[in-house]
């Protein structure tokens, strides 16, 4: 009888490294670096070092050194964040995609951060945590093996371990960024996080601001649905909880991918709230399936 | 980050969280750096990769199931909240040379967030010398008379859009412009600002929208 431990080994192993395709990695890798290029070009990150001293005299030492930023520093920000985007480009093109990758993730990990330092020593939700885990595992693939423009081009292997773990590894992360999600409500706040009259709080305490917001009118008339609010919380919850099915069914994705936009879109129209990791559900998608269907598509066409 | 501690617990709790999770990102990259190395050199590369897998899940479960914060390992507590009154907002409101109040386009404080913005004058603005007040006083009078100045002379305000236009990476919470032409604005410049906190029950509010319990936290004039 295998021990445990065996069948863990086993199961790990089966989970990270069975065979797949270049074509997923390399979505993976185009997904990874668009993305965290958006982000990146969509705001002015070396601007905040530039900013006088009184903003910054409450930024400890430690979160300083932690991320080596330090005031007063723009236009050395402004050299680094150049180089991000140009690595980010390598990555994006192909061109040397590992060595860039790596860069891009150590600059990631430097820029990022001056979007809240005045006052938090944390930039997660701002769109550029996801790509920096997913730049550091991609470094460590032959990401480039196909959709490159490399010189240094290799012929793709058919299918290979090498190929299947940095999508995976996304995957998982995404996962987690849900999983988590409802997890920490369920501890936080526990059951009653799902309850009408909380759902229709944060409904109303999102749309009575002073601040104009782009849509106002869905979430003040959802504050107003006791019973749709009470849905509402546990379908998020639900979804919440559900999305890692999908680490492991690829049927149950062509319900939780359409879901988890619907979810997104609704939370946008009722609270103005947007999340900057949705790009990476594309990692979700079979791309080398798509390919084929095309190219067939394409070689019935010219037989036709 | 627990504000609502006590300032010397606060800072101790975020130099651990600092400490902590620097060390994990060095630990991070070199276990990356060293698989890169042993694939470069054809040997035992899925030792190090597993190695690498099993650091980076250990790390974010760490992360999640405790709570904290080791960025880029994060805890994903998103919008884990119940509703307690009340809800605490600030507001900036630019005063204009006949000293009547107007609000501020949302764009003006970019590269910064309203929210980033509004949420360390929150903590911190109090906690300041009188002389770093005036600092920030001046400079967020002079981003937004140079905002005023923008909108006045017809040209594009921000610069989160400058390279994709409307399709920029949107903030976390959405704002819409309000200064759009010269009509929005006063014609001559702002003389000061007054930075307003706002506290209401959203069941109060709901029946009337007046409810609000206002109170000025800081105000700013041109010398």
Same mark, same amino acid.
């Given at each position: 009888?295998?021990?445990?431990?065996?069948?863990?080994?086993?199961?790990?192993?089966?989970?990270?490294?069975?065979? @797949?395709?270049?074509?997923?990695? @390399?979505?993976?890798?185009?997904?990874?670096? %668009? #993305?965290?290029?958006?982000?990146?070009?969509?705001?002015?990150?070396?601007?905040?070092?530039?900013?006088?001293?009184?903003?910054?005299?409450?930024?400890?030492?430690? #979160?300083?050194?932690?991320?080596?930023?330090?005031?007063?520093?723009?236009?050395?920000?402004?050299?680094?964040?150049?180089?991000?985007?140009?690595?980010?480009?390598?990555?994006?093109?192909?061109?040397?995609?590992?060595?860039?990758?790596?860069?891009?993730?150590?600059?990631?990990?430097?820029?990022?951060?001056?979007?809240?330092?005045?006052?938090?020593?944390?930039?997660?939700?701002?769109?550029?945590?996801?790509?920096?885990?997913?730049?550091?595992?991609?470094?460590?693939?032959?990401?480039?093996?196909?959709?490159?423009?490399?010189?240094?081009?290799?012929?793709?292997?058919?299918?290979?371990?090498?190929?299947?773990?940095?999508?995976?590894?996304?995957?998982?992360?995404?996962?987690?960024?849900?999983?988590?999600? %409802?997890?920490?409500?369920?501890?936080?706040?526990?059951?009653?996080?799902?309850? @009408?009259?909380?759902?229709?709080?944060?409904?109303?305490?999102?749309?009575?601001?002073?601040?104009?917001?782009?849509?106002?009118?869905?979430?003040?008339?959802?504050?107003?649905?006791?019973?749709?609010c009470q849905w509402v919380g546990i379908a998020s919850w639900l979804l919440e909880f559900g999305f890692i099915a999908m680490l492991w069914s690829t049927r149950l994705r062509w319900l939780l991918l359409p879901a988890t936009l619907v979810f997104h879109l609704g939370i946008l129209l009722t609270m103005n709230i947007t999340v900057l990791y949705l790009p990476f559900l594309l990692?979700?998608?079979?791309?080398?399936?798509?390919?084929?269907?095309?190219?067939?598509?394409? %070689?019935?066409?010219?037989?036709? | 980050?627990?504000? /609502?501690?006590?300032?010397?617990?606060?800072?101790?709790?975020?130099?651990?969280?600092?400490?902590?999770?620097?060390?994990?990102?060095?630990?991070?990259?070199?276990?990356?750096?060293?698989?890169?190395?042993?694939?470069?050199?054809?040997?035992?590369?899925?030792?190090?990769?597993?190695?690498?897998?099993?650091?980076?899940?250990?790390?974010?479960?760490?992360?999640?199931?405790?709570?904290?914060?080791?960025?880029?390992?994060?805890?994903?507590?998103?919008?884990?909240?119940?509703?307690?009154?009340?809800?605490?907002?600030?507001?900036?409101?630019?005063?204009?040379?006949?000293?009547?109040?107007?609000?501020?386009?949302?764009?003006?404080?970019?590269?910064?967030?309203?929210?980033?913005?509004?949420?360390?004058?929150?903590?911190?603005?109090?906690?300041?010398?009188?002389?770093?007040?005036?600092?920030?006083?001046?400079?967020?009078?002079?981003?937004?008379?140079?905002?005023?100045?923008?909108?006045?002379?017809?040209? /594009?305000?921000?610069?989160?859009?400058?390279?994709?236009?409307?399709?920029?990476?949107?903030?976390?919470?959405? /704002?819409?412009?309000?200064?759009?032409?010269?009509?929005?604005?006063?014609?001559?410049?702002?003389?000061?600002? /007054?930075?307003?906190?706002?506290?209401?029950?959203?069941?109060?509010?709901?029946?009337?929208?007046?409810?609000?319990?206002?109170?000025?936290?800081?105000?700013?004039?041109?010398?």
């Open positions: 009888m295998k021990s445990v431990l065996q069948l863990w080994g086993q199961w790990w192993e089966q989970f990270w490294f069975t065979p @797949a395709s270049a074509r997923n990695l @390399a979505a993976a890798r185009i997904v990874t670096a %668009a #993305t965290a290029l958006w982000v990146l070009l969509s705001r002015d990150l070396p601007a905040i070092s530039g900013f006088p001293l009184a903003f910054w005299s409450r930024v400890p030492w430690t #979160t300083q050194w932690r991320y080596l930023i330090f005031p007063g520093q723009e236009t050395l920000e402004r050299l680094l964040q150049s180089l991000a985007v140009l690595a980010l480009c390598g990555v994006l093109l192909g061109c040397w995609p590992r060595l860039c990758c790596f860069v891009a993730a150590l600059l990631l990990y430097h820029l990022a951060p001056l979007e809240p330092i005045l006052w938090l020593n944390t930039p997660y939700l701002r769109g550029l945590d996801t790509p920096l885990i997913a730049l550091m595992g991609l470094s460590l693939a032959p990401c480039g093996d196909v959709w490159a423009v490399s010189w240094r081009h290799r012929p793709p292997r058919a299918l290979s371990w090498r190929y299947g773990w940095p999508v995976r590894l996304i995957q998982v992360h995404l996962s987690a960024i849900y999983f988590f999600a %409802a997890y920490s409500k369920l501890v936080d706040v526990g059951l009653g996080w799902a309850t @009408a009259s909380n759902m229709q709080a944060w409904m109303l305490a999102f749309n009575q601001g002073f601040e104009a917001k782009p849509f106002l009118q869905p979430g003040l008339w959802l504050a107003a649905q006791p019973l749709l990692v979700f998608v079979n791309w080398d399936a798509f390919w084929q269907a095309v190219r067939n598509r394409g %070689a019935s066409a010219a037989n036709a | 980050m627990n504000h /609502h501690s006590a300032p010397g617990e606060w800072l101790t709790s975020i130099m651990k969280s600092d400490l902590v999770s620097a060390l994990l990102f060095v630990g991070w990259v070199v276990i990356a750096a060293r698989a890169a190395w042993q694939d470069r050199q054809g040997r035992q590369c899925r030792r190090g990769i597993r190695l690498f897998l099993a650091y980076t899940m250990l790390a974010s479960l760490a992360a999640g199931v405790s709570h904290r914060e080791f960025w880029p390992f994060s805890r994903w507590q998103i919008f884990a909240y119940r509703y307690q009154a009340p809800i605490q907002a600030l507001q900036v409101r630019a005063v204009d040379a006949w000293g009547r109040e107007h609000d501020v386009d949302r764009r003006v404080w970019e590269p910064l967030s309203s929210l980033d913005l509004h949420t360390w004058m929150l903590h911190h603005l109090s906690a300041l010398s009188s002389e770093q007040q005036e600092v920030v006083g001046q400079s967020l009078l002079q981003m937004v008379n140079a905002a005023r100045a923008r909108v006045v002379a017809n040209q /594009h305000l921000g610069v989160f859009d400058r390279f994709f236009g409307p399709l920029y990476a949107p903030l976390h919470v959405v /704002h819409s412009p309000i200064w759009r032409s010269a009509a929005d604005v006063p014609p001559t410049a702002f003389t000061g600002l /007054h930075i307003y906190l706002d506290r209401w029950d959203v069941w109060e509010r709901f029946r009337n929208p007046a409810h609000i319990q206002r109170t000025l936290v800081y105000a700013y004039r041109l010398p």
